[in-house]
């Protein structure tokens, strides 16, 4: 049951990064740069097969990162390719080779901490990423994919420094504001999960993938009504339904969450 995955630490990696909201998602999402985000939502992150048109501009890519593999510029393009079509530990050997070759290029290594974000080298990705900007001229995007790292490291009080920092760059950015929001669910902080995410919600009522997020987290709180009420919200019926089915698939991984899932073993719930 979900319920009892999320009391033991083992959220599902249904949606992960980015920065921007989008979403997981999830983000490792493309933190938006809706690439930034590595928490950030609960849907999954690239289709187990890409259409016609993406293989071919994939294809067209290598040809021209094998012609000339120390263009920086045709690196990440390549290396952002790989990357949305799933080919993780391709892309953080692409984007690796060309950090090496061009270390000084700061766009670059935060394509390459994504990356390494994305294939679950966590620790790695947070130095790279650190390397992507400087204290005198700071990145918010960067800043909230940092902290999407931390969460999934566990470090969940020092993730929110960073997020701190980001939101006193772009006060109220939604995708910053989805990761953290995202941050207090994998610390089975319920309450201000929902909280968060309502917050971000506001100023983002188009992003679905922060109504899926929210969604999720209200029906771990044993809201269901709540749940299907957010996803339908300004859409017809049927697209609505559509929503509902995919929250339903989503939760289905780890089968159906009980009422009260935010309690944790040896906690009590707070009202906040």
Known sequence: MLHHAFKRGRLPRLIVVAASSAVLAFALAGCQTTDADVTGSLGEKA???APSSARSDLAGLR???KANPKDSAVAMQY??????NG???????????????DPGNKPLLAGYGRALADNGNFQQAFDVLARAHTPEDPDWRILSAQGAVLDQLGKFDEARQYYASALKIVPDEPSVLSNLGMSYLLSKDLAKAEGVLRHALDR????LRLRMNLAVVLTLEGQEAEAEKVLKAG???????????ELKRLLAKSGKPERNASRAPGTTAKAE
């Open 235 to 245: 859409v017809s019926p049927d697209e609505g339904n559509v929503r509902i089915a």
């Open 47 to 49: 289709a187990t097969s």
């Open 79 to 84: 290396g952002r390719a790989l990357r949305a």
């Open 204 to 207: 983002a009522k188009d992003n």
């Open 63 to 65: 040809e021209r990162y």
């Open 87 to 101: 080919e993780r530990s391709q892309a953080v050997a692409v984007l690796e080779q060309a950090a090496l070759a």
